[in-house]
């Protein structure tokens, strides 16, 4: 029981629920009241205190008195920095801005906002959170400043915010202060798009058994990848010859009775596991788009019916995302 | 929310490497630490070797060329080489690499070669914390003044070279009035640790044995030219202040070594040996206290004769005030002199002995003289006479570039230069006295002094030293007898000036025509004696004095450090609180619509976070219909004063804020 209470991991997070002063998440906005700011020296500071000592040796075996008013204007100067640091710090006001969603591997970036509520600028405070970097930043006088804080991102779903600490070590570079912030604040991380994908399953399977090969021939619809059976004359021959390397390029046309581009989870190879799945459905979520197309996207449990545009996007993106996850 | 396409690209962040310090030093930093080097070396200049003075000028302009032209830093090994040669050029140059100056001199090397070493912060650090260092060695060599301001410039430069490390982004400007606002903080804390910081006094281990090389003064042996040589100085030997008006120029007599063996050429200090007597107290003693300049000898200086010692010094013998060790730094203490007593009456046989020892073959002139004086005078006292008589009869001249003289050298003088500076004629006296048998010895130290009337200090340079003599005579013991005086009389009532012919070359300020000069010299050692006696001098002597003078009645270094603890948890608290405070006044306008919004939200009518001041009133309103008229003022004027246009006048919005300011202080919830 002992042990387990002594455990160094229990003891850090101990001291960082006493250092927040509230049971994370904490409420918005966060007010760095000088209580939960800590001060200790860098290690250029302790370098810097154990010069001033054997200064001060020197200055009294010596008998130089002004050894003395320069150990002690220096040792003032060290006092003077840890406020001047401390202050940099204390009183700052934290408030929660955006978090755009991210595919999973690229860098979350979580806002943050720092306002200032003073007449004196605030200079070099450095924020990060996990795994990410450091950001700089200053605030001016009487200002606000938004912040995007990166944190890497290897799972698709939610990912809240860890623990961030914010310091600083303005304006002298020997003392530290610091303190911890844990707002609630979180990032949807999008599936990874799958890299190698087969083409846009147009024309591809229809399982309600309507419209075999619905496709008019009215309307100019847009360009996929050549797949061996389309139609020669369908093939983007102009384009084509512009540019010889690339891939044969298919036109297809949308008509009156045309049928929009369905995304079906059980049209996928019953071996292939979820994760591959949502990887290859992201990726042909974000090609329709890309190409301009109205598509929807069928999954066990929900159904987005075509549509096309960005908050269409971002709500099946999202299901896929959350996709087996409460 | 809005996903683009876009979205597959990396959110463009402002995020830089992990690791804060590692980025190299960006030009600005450079050029920083550079002039620091050059700000901490300038002054140090005088006091090194040339040839190093010289490399770390050729480095900083190396250093200051390959930032212009952004050519990358040499290979670190040509540093290395660069700093093994210096180190062996010291080694050369100083016969040790133990000690002050090979230290400072190290020192100085390693940061000129450091600059070329500057890759990241913590190297720059390293070049910021040598120049602290070396700021502090300039005071082995100099205190002064101006060594004090240069002292604060320095570290205002430095200190904001540790500003713009920390933020390189710091505009010049704004640097060095940030460093100026740290060090001005630093200050009251400077002054606090400076008056009470319990002082201990050094040194705490043996001194290297350079560490007070080049301090002047009388030495222990007296030839020809030796105090005449000191003469041409018009430095300080020691300052003098009475408690009651000076006495009279021809008695200051102030006693140094007292020199009783003579080999021919020098006279040398005697047998030693504790005095059994002080000197009786025939007349009204003279206390004065006395700050005497590090001179790296034991002697101290006292009126002729001291009857009241400082503690740590002792009479030997021949009345002399020693300490117990060397004078190694400026020391203030306080005498008591009685001006005419009668000392040595009961003098022992052995030190009568010594007094009239002579070597056997020199100056046969001389002795011839002794004789004849011997044999014209019924008793001591008229051989003593006519011996100064002769001084005052021929054609004596007083001067400071004597003629050189050969092996029977007071022969030479008294018989066919008859030129020489006072050791000529103390020396030739006491060898006449002597051979005549008359107990006799040479007395040096210094005559006379120049009162600042500034300041009321009585000032003695080294260019007052002079030689005296002292003869015995029974039942009267030592006396006095100063032949210059019959020589020159103007010496010993006036001062040098008056006593050397203007052919002479005398030191600049001693002239008398340059009067308007010596005022501002006067002004200026008056400044430099308050300087040395309250902030150099500032020991645990004067410390207990300042505590004593607030109320303690027996102050120690325990009161001390409290004293220094608390006061220095108040300067610092106190700061706090101003820190903590200034929030506050940030923003007025801000802090009454706070305080409005507190009133209110006693009666849980807080303003929600998403709510601006007009759907805020409307729902107060809606709450608190019979307030609507307050409330909407209120409202209305916050917005105009936080939205409106700009205000042109600062009436019209302090107008509008006093009035917010009363509404809502009329408000009541």
Same mark, same amino acid.
């Given at each position: 029981m002992l042990g387990q209470?002594?455990?160094?991991?229990?003891?850090r997070q101990r001291f960082y629920l006493w250092a927040l002063?509230?049971?994370?998440?904490?409420?918005?906005?966060?007010?760095?009241?000088?209580?939960?700011?800590?001060?200790?020296?860098?290690?250029?500071?302790?370098?810097?205190?154990?010069?001033?000592?054997?200064?001060?040796?020197?200055?009294?075996?010596?008998?130089?008195?002004?050894? @003395?008013?320069? *150990?002690?204007?220096?040792?003032?100067?060290?006092?003077?920095?840890?406020?001047?640091?401390?202050?940099?710090?204390?009183?700052?006001?934290?408030?929660?801005?955006?978090?755009?969603?991210?595919?999973?591997?690229?860098?979350?970036?979580?806002?943050?906002?720092? @306002?200032? *509520?003073?007449?004196?600028?605030?200079?070099?405070?450095?924020? @990060? &959170?996990?795994?990410g970097d450091w950001v700089h930043c200053d605030i001016p006088a009487n200002a606000s400043v938004a912040i995007k804080l990166p944190l890497p991102t290897q799972r698709r779903g939610w990912l809240e915010l860890p623990r961030v600490t914010i310091e600083t070590r303005w304006p002298l570079g020997l003392v530290r202060t610091w303190g911890y912030l844990q707002p609630a604040l979180r990032c949807l991380v999008y599936p990874t798009p799958a890299h190698a994908a087969p083409p846009l399953p147009i024309g591809s399977g229809d399982?309600?058994?309507?419209?075999?090969?619905?496709?008019?021939?009215?309307?100019?619809?847009?360009?996929?990848?050549?797949?061996?059976?389309? &139609?020669?004359?369908?093939?983007?021959?102009?384009?084509?010859?512009?540019?010889?390397?690339?891939?044969?390029?298919t036109k297809y046309f949308a008509g009156e009775n045309s049928e929009a581009l369905w995304l079906d989870w059980a049209e996928l190879p019953p071996t292939m596991d979820t994760e591959t799945r949502l990887a290859l459905?992201? @990726?042909?979520?974000?090609?329709?788009?890309?190409?301009?197309? &109205?598509w929807g996207l069928r999954l066990p449990q929900r159904e987005f019916s075509p549509d096309r545009g960005d908050a269409h996007l971002h709500r099946c993106l999202e299901t896929l995302a959350l996709y087996g996850q409460a | 929310m809005r996903i683009s396409i876009a979205a597959l690209k990396p959110w463009p962040c402002m995020a830089k490497p992990r690791k804060p310090g590692a980025p190299p030093l960006t030009q600005g930093q450079t050029v920083w630490l550079a002039a620091s080097a050059c700000g901490v070396l300038v002054p140090l200049a005088p006091y090194l070797p040339l040839w190093l003075d010289a490399l770390c000028a050729v480095a900083i302009l190396w250093r200051g060329w390959l930032l212009w032209r952004r050519v990358p830093l040499p290979p670190r090994w040509l540093v290395n080489l660069m700093a093994v040669v210096g180190a062996i050029g010291v080694a050369i140059h100083f016969r040790t690499l133990l000690g002050k100056d090979p230290g400072v001199a190290l020192l100085t090397l390693f940061l000129a070669l450091k600059l070329f070493e500057t890759r990241s912060a913590r190297d720059a650090f390293a070049v910021v914390l040598l120049g602290f260092f070396l700021i502090l060695s300039q005071f082995f060599y100099t205190q002064s003044m101006v060594t004090a301001v240069a002292m604060v410039a320095t570290t205002l430069l430095v200190t904001t070279t540790l500003a713009v490390l920390q933020r390189s982004s710091t505009p010049p400007l704004q640097a060095v009035r940030l460093a100026g606002s740290m060090l001005l903080q630093a200050l009251p804390f400077m002054l606090l640790l400076f008056l009470f910081f319990p002082r201990v006094s050094g040194p705490l281990w043996g001194l290297p044995a350079d560490a007070y090389s080049g301090l002047s003064g009388l030495s222990d042996t007296m030839s020809p030219g030796s105090i005449s040589r000191l003469s041409l100085s018009d430095a300080i030997a020691f300052r003098a202040r009475f408690t009651e008006p000076p006495p009279d120029q021809v008695q200051l007599y102030w006693r140094g070594p007292v020199l009783t063996r003579y080999d021919g050429r020098s006279w040398r200090l005697g047998l030693s040996g504790l005095a059994s007597e002080a000197a009786a107290q025939m007349a009204q003693p003279v206390d004065y206290e006395i700050t005497l300049e590090p001179h790296n000898q034991p002697w101290l200086f006292a009126l002729d004769h001291p009857s009241r010692l400082p503690p740590n010094a002792v009479l030997t013998k021949n009345f002399q005030v020693v300490a117990k060790r060397p004078v190694r730094s400026r020391l203030r203490y306080a005498m008591q002199s009685v001006l005419d007593a009668h000392v040595g009456r009961n003098e022992s046989a052995d030190a009568l002995g010594e007094a009239l020892q002579l070597p056997a073959d020199f100056n046969p002139r001389a002795r011839a003289l002794a004789a004849s004086l011997r044999a014209v005078s019924r008793n001591d006292a008229e051989v003593v006479a006519r011996m100064l008589a002769r001084f005052r009869k021929e054609t004596f001249v007083y001067t400071l570039s004597p003629p050189l003289l050969g092996r029977d050298s007071v022969d030479e003088f008294l018989f066919d230069t008859r030129r020489g500076f006072c050791e000529h004629y103390a020396s030739a006296f006491v060898f006449v006295m002597r051979a005549a048998g008359i107990p006799a010895r040479v007395v040096t130290g210094y005559q006379g002094g120049e009162v600042n009337p500034v300041d009321g200090y009585l000032l003695v340079r080294q260019l007052d030293a002079h030689a005296w003599t002292e003869i015995w005579l029974p039942q009267r013991g030592w006396q006095r007898v100063d032949p210059t005086a019959e020589i020159a009389p103007n010496r010993v009532e006036q001062n040098l000036a008056a006593a050397i012919p203007q052919s002479d070359a005398l030191p600049l300020m001693t002239r008398p025509e340059l009067n308007w000069l010596r005022q501002l010299r006067y002004r200026w050692e008056a400044a430099s004696n308050a300087w040395n006696q309250w902030v150099l001098g500032y020991d645990e002597q004067r410390q207990y004095a300042l505590l004593r003078l607030l109320g303690i009645p027996s102050p120690d270094w325990r009161a001390l450090g409290a004293l220094t603890a608390t006061a220095g948890g108040v300067l610092m608290l106190a700061l706090t609180a101003w820190t903590l405070h200034q929030r506050r006044r940030a923003d007025p306008l801000h802090a009454l619509w706070q305080r409005f919004e507190r009133k209110l939200a006693k009666r849980g009518l807080g303003r929600a976070m998403w709510e601006g001041p007009a759907d805020y009133a409307a729902r107060l309103v809606r709450a608190l219909p019979r307030r609507e008229a307050e409330i909407a003022s209120i409202c209305t004027i916050y917005q105009a004063a936080r939205y409106g246009k700009l205000i042109e006048s600062a009436v019209t919005r302090r107008q509008q804020l006093s009035e917010l300011k009363r509404r809502i202080a009329a408000f009541t919830s």
């Open positions: 209470y002594l455990n160094p991991e229990a003891m002063r509230s049971r994370p998440p904490e409420p918005v906005p966060i007010f760095f009241s000088q209580r939960r700011v800590y001060v200790l020296p860098t290690r250029a500071g302790l370098v810097f205190g154990l010069a001033l000592i054997v200064m001060m040796l020197g200055a009294i075996n010596y008998t130089l008195s002004l050894g @003395h008013a320069l *150990v002690f204007l220096l040792a003032g100067l060290g006092i003077a920095t840890i406020l001047a640091t401390f202050r940099n710090l204390v009183h700052l006001r934290v408030t929660t801005g955006r978090c755009e969603p991210v595919f999973a591997g690229e860098a979350a970036c979580f806002g943050l906002i720092l @306002h200032n *509520v003073r007449a004196a600028g605030r200079y070099d405070l450095r924020l @990060h &959170a996990g795994e399982h309600h058994g309507r419209h075999r090969q619905g496709r008019g021939s009215d309307d100019f619809a847009g360009l996929r990848r050549h797949q061996t059976g389309d &139609a020669l004359h369908h093939v983007a021959w102009k384009s084509a010859a512009r540019q010889p390397d690339a891939d044969l390029q459905l992201v @990726h042909w979520a974000l090609e329709a788009e890309r190409a301009g197309l &109205a | -």
